[in-house]
Structure formats: C-alpha cells, structure tokens
C-alpha cells in the first residue's frame, strides 16, 4: 500500500482526512514539530510525542504520571473534559490511571491470576469461538467483518476467561456496543453501560466468593501477595480494565490487520502461506509487524507532568498532559527501515504497539492468540476473501486512542 507524501504545511489534525489517514501528518509532525502542542477535539490542550526515542522514554519516565490529579486543567473544566479516571469512580481507578506504589500492588496480583499458562490453555476456545462465528457468516459470500466477526469475538473470549456465564455474554456484547458506538464521557452511553457493567460484575463477583472455580475471576479472588488480596471493588476494578483494555483494542487489530492484508496482495500470499503451514512463529511475527504498520492503539493513555521536564529538547511544564503518539513513533524511520512498507518478513520489531515500561499491556499474550487464531483461520477458510468497497470509501472512528474501521465488507466464495 503507498502512503500519500508527507504534507510541506503543518497538517490539520482531527480532520475526517486525518481519521482515514494519519501517517502523512505524523511524518510531517516527527520532521517539523517533534512534540507538538495541540488542541484537541475536547478543547484540552496536550502535547503530542511523535518520534520513537521520545516516545519510548516518555512512556517509562516515572516524572509522567497516569493519575488525572496531577493535571493542571483550570477548575471550570473539571470533570468535563473527557479524560478517564478525572471523575473518580470505583471502576475507574484502574491499572492505567494509577502510579507505583499502588500500581506495582495491584499489578503484581493480577499478574499471579492472568498467567501466560492460562492463556495458553485458553486456545483451543479461541479457535472454537473463531470456529464459530465463521461458521455463522460462511455460506452467506459477504459479510461486515467487524460486526460478525472482530467485534464479537474478543467480548466473547474475555467473557469467558472472567468466568462470565455464557447465557450472560450477550449483555456484554450489548454493553460493549453502547461503549465503542456512543463514546462521548462519562454521562452518555457510556455512562449508562459502565453501571450496567458494574451492578452486574459486583454481584457475580459477590456470587463467586462463595463458590471458587476455575476461572480468571475466581483466581483474582484468591490471589494474594504477602498475605494481602484484592478487595471486592479491586476485583470489579480489575475485571471492568480487562474488559476496556482488552475489548476495543482486539477488534481492532483484527479490523485493521485484515484491511492491510486485503489491501496488500503479495503480503497476503505471504500470511496464507504460513496460515496453511500452520507456522505459528511466522505467523505471529506477521501479526506483530500488522500491530507495527496500522495497529489499534494509536495513542497511549493519559499522563501528566508530576514535575517540569523536558521531552526531545523541549520543555513541559508540572500538570501539562503529555499523549504518546504509538502509531506515528512505530513509523519513525530513525527507527525502521522503510517504516511505510507492511513487511510480514521484518524480524526487528521492536514497535511500541503494547506499550512500553511499567503499563506495558498485560494482555498481549492474549491479544496475540486472538489475532493469530482470528486471520489465521480467516484467511484459511477463505482463500478468495475480498474488500467488497471502494477503500476510500471505508469510514474510520474519530476517537482519539483508537484507530480502527466502523465496518469491513468482505465477499468470498461461499
Ligand atoms: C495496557 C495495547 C489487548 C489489557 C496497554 C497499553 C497498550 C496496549 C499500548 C499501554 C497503555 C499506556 O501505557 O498508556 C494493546 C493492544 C492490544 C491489547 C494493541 C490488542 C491488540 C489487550 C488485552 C487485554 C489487555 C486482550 C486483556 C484482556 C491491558 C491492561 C493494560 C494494558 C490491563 C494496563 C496495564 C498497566 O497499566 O499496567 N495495552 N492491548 N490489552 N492492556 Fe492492552
């Protein structure tokens, strides 16, 4: 696929143009204005870190906090402007809007439950829901593949781990729905399906107590660390961030990894080659370089300046918000060669779509079985697949951590 060049102006950003396409503007922004003050759609002013050195010091500078105390937003704005974990609430003080020592505590007990092991044993479901939801769109020619195919699956896979009984799962699909379709802060649908989520995770939670099994929440109950274990609300807590970090971010690396290869023929021949193989080391190093070229996660969460700084030779002041631009550090060419060409073959990869330091994301071993499983068996089962729409044509959500496609249109030979 080629990139339009990079812009000879400052770009606009936030533009519909943009949403489809970043790229050309964070090239412009890592030559011109390598962190770059900017105000975003919520009227918040932030700075945007675009170059790979910068961001991958940024995000494990202990001087950036993920907590939105430390953000030095004037008092009328409070609370307005959109920013996770400003409004404090149970569910919201979570792994990703919290600093050592607390983060370190809660880390390591999650860590005890959420084990690569169990992971592993998770994968003959994740090939039986994949299974699945084919088998429900196979004999059809088309399908959209985010709404029967990305987007159900990572909900259901979580729902499952968690220990949510399955006859529940589809007020999970629905809760998540209102989450990724209405966006827009705490009072909206967001709002309304946070409290659903929470009324009902207390209570299953408050149910499991009393009868422990062999599922993630069960063993998020039982962790201990030194004798001490999470409360009620840090198991709810815990459970709502595996859900939030684990669900959008999914979809989209299966959305946005089957739109590379649709639109990437030789790259394509490549990934079914090692599909039909079964080769899983190929394939998961294919599945690293999709999450470099156009990956899911195209900021990083929140963090504010606890003291000043200074982040590529420019100076940020204590309480400013500082916003890791992942998508456009993982095509810095100081970095990767040709960092414009999605190459299944590139084995140094050292992108920064997880994260990088303390908050790097505890789910990528799971976010790796699912987008393996997911395209591997996609592209097995359908050896003609096809983009059924014009790509310019293809609508991208606008929000401002994600990237990734509201729908994709497939056909394929039944
Ligand atoms: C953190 C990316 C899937 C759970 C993160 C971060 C990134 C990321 C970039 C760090 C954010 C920051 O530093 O601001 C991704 C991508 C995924 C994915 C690209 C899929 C393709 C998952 C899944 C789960 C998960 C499946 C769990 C079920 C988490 C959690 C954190 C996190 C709990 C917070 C860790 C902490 O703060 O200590 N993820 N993630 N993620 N991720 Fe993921």
Request: glycine letters at 8%.
């Amino acid at each position: 696929m080629t990139e339009s060049p990079t812009p000879s102006s400052a770009p606009e950003l936030f533009s519909w143009e943009f949403a489809s396409n970043p790229y050309p503007a964070y090239a412009w922004l890592r030559e011109h204005a390598p962190v770059h003050r900017t105000t975003l759609p919520s009227g918040v002013e932030a700075w945007l870190v675009t170059r790979y050195a910068d961001a991958r010091q940024a995000l494990a500078d202990p001087r950036l906090s993920k907590n939105a105390d430390h953000h030095d937003e004037p008092s009328h704005a409070k609370g307005k402007t959109g920013i996770p974990g400003e409004r404090k609430a149970e569910l919201t003080t979570h792994l990703l809007n919290i600093d050592p020592p607390d983060h370190t505590r809660l880390r390591r007990l999650v860590s005890k439950a959420f084990t690569p092991r169990r992971v592993a044993e998770f994968a003959p479901r994740v090939q039986q829901l994949t299974d699945d939801l084919i088998d429900a769109f196979a004999t059809k020619g088309e399908a959209d593949l985010i709404h029967d195919f990305a987007f159900p699956l990572p909900i259901y896979a979580i729902c499952d781990l968690l220990g949510v009984p399955r006859e529940d799962q589809d007020d999970f699909r629905e809760w998540a729905g209102m989450m990724i379709r209405h966006g827009g802060g705490p009072r909206g649908g967001v709002g309304r399906a946070v409290k659903r989520i929470r009324a009902y995770l207390v209570d299953l939670i408050h149910r499991k107590r009393g009868a422990l099994t062999d599922d993630l929440i069960s063993d998020l109950i039982r962790a201990s660390d030194h004798g001490e274990h999470l409360t009620e609300n840090e198991v709810a807590a815990m459970c709502f961030v595996l859900l939030l970090a684990g669900f959008e971010t999914t979809v989209n690396l299966i959305g946005n990894g089957t739109h590379a290869l649709l639109r990437d023929q030789e790259q394509m021949r490549k990934f079914r080659a090692a599909a039909a193989q079964g080769d899983t080391s190929v394939l998961d190093a294919a599945v690293e370089e999709l999450l470099r070229y156009d990956g899911p996660v195209e900021f990083a969460t929140w963090r504010f300046a606890t003291q000043p700084l200074e982040i590529g030779g420019q100076r940020i002041a204590t309480g400013e918000p500082v916003l890791v631009v992942l998508a456009a550090a993982n095509r810095d060419p100081a970095r990767f060669e040709h960092p414009d060409v999605l190459d299944l073959d590139r084995r140094t990869n050292p992108h920064l779509g997880y994260g990088h330091g303390i908050h790097y994301c505890l789910g990528a071993p799971l976010a790796r079985l699912e987008a393996r499983t997911a395209l591997a068996t996609l592209m097995d089962r359908f050896p003609d697949l096809k983009l059924a729409a014009d790509p310019a044509e293809l609508r991208w959500r606008g929000g401002l951590i994600m990237r990734g496609l509201r729908s994709l249109p497939v056909s394929f030979t039944p």
